[in-house]
T-cell receptor
Framework: KAGVTQTPRYLIKTRGQQVTLSCSPI?????VSWYQQTPGQGLQFLFE???????NKGNFPGRFSGRQFSNSRSEMNVSTLELGDSALYLC???????????FGSGTQLSVL | QKEVEQNSGPLSVPEGAIASLNCTYS??????FFWYRQYSGKSPELIMS????GDKEDGRFTAQLNKASQYVSLLIRDSQPSDSATYLC?????????????FGKGTTLSVSS
């Protein structure tokens, strides 16, 4: 069974640009969560989706948005990039009713 | 703001010793607690979950939970160099929009051979 797949693996953008990251969950997993990981702040919760609906959102500005498609694949978008958005963005999926998160390898975003 | 506090380390132990990792959390109503392990350059993976007070053992790992003290710990017996990683404590917390898994910043463990 394939794991959580995130694309692209690396991204380099400049300030003011926007970026879209993609996440394909494990087959059968309908819940997808996104996290931002930085050395200073650790893993911070961005949002969670289940059956195309956002179930929860973390304390991030409106520049961060996401969506989930009917096949459970998810995308997150960051508009008007800032230097501080440089981070590893991790996606995790889980089975319905299960607490265990399965993480993808992440997308390393660098904003110059 | 729901928080998880962990000593960032590094915690250094010799091979074969017991490594003790500690974590405190701010949410008194949380019922679910987790330990994730993250190797350098890799993504986190779940190693233990605990839901009730007391100890839970799984091989060389023991998780301990004390809800009254809002404290959870992870003991690793017979530590091996392959245990060298960052250990993330997490709990399911409630915010204004629902529940989310809240992570600590992690404790880096180094096991020397």
């Amino acid at each position: 069974k394939a794991g959580v797949t995130q694309t692209p693996r690396y991204l380099i953008k400049t300030r003011g640009q926007q970026v879209t990251l993609s996440c394909s969950p494990i087959s059968g997993h309908r819940s997808v969560s996104w996290y931002q990981q930085t050395p200073g702040q650790g893993l911070q919760f961005l949002f969670e989706y289940f059956s195309e609906t956002q179930r929860n959102k973390g304390n991030f500005p409106g520049r961060f948005s996401g969506r989930q498609f009917s096949n459970s694949r998810s995308e997150m978008n960051v508009s008007t990039l800032e230097l501080g958005d440089s981070a590893l963005y991790l996606c995790a999926s889980s089975l319905t009713g299960q607490e265990k998160l399965f993480f993808g390898s992440g997308t390393q975003l660098s904003v110059l | 703001q729901k928080e998880v506090e962990q000593n960032s380390g590094p915690l250094s132990v010799p091979e074969g010793a017991i490594a003790s990792l500690n974590c405190t959390y701010s949410d008194r109503v949380s019922q679910s607690f987790f330990w994730y392990r993250q190797y350098s350059g890799k993504s986190p993976e779940l190693i233990m979950s605990i839901y009730s007070n007391g100890d839970k053992e799984d091989g060389r790992f023991t998780a301990q939970l004390n809800k009254a003290s809002q404290y959870v710990s992870l003991l690793i017996r017979d530590s091996q160099p392959s245990d060298s990683a960052t250990y993330l404590c997490a709990f399911r917390g409630v915010n204004q929009a629902g529940t989310a898994l809240i992570f600590g910043k992690g404790t880096t463990l180094s096991v020397s051979s």
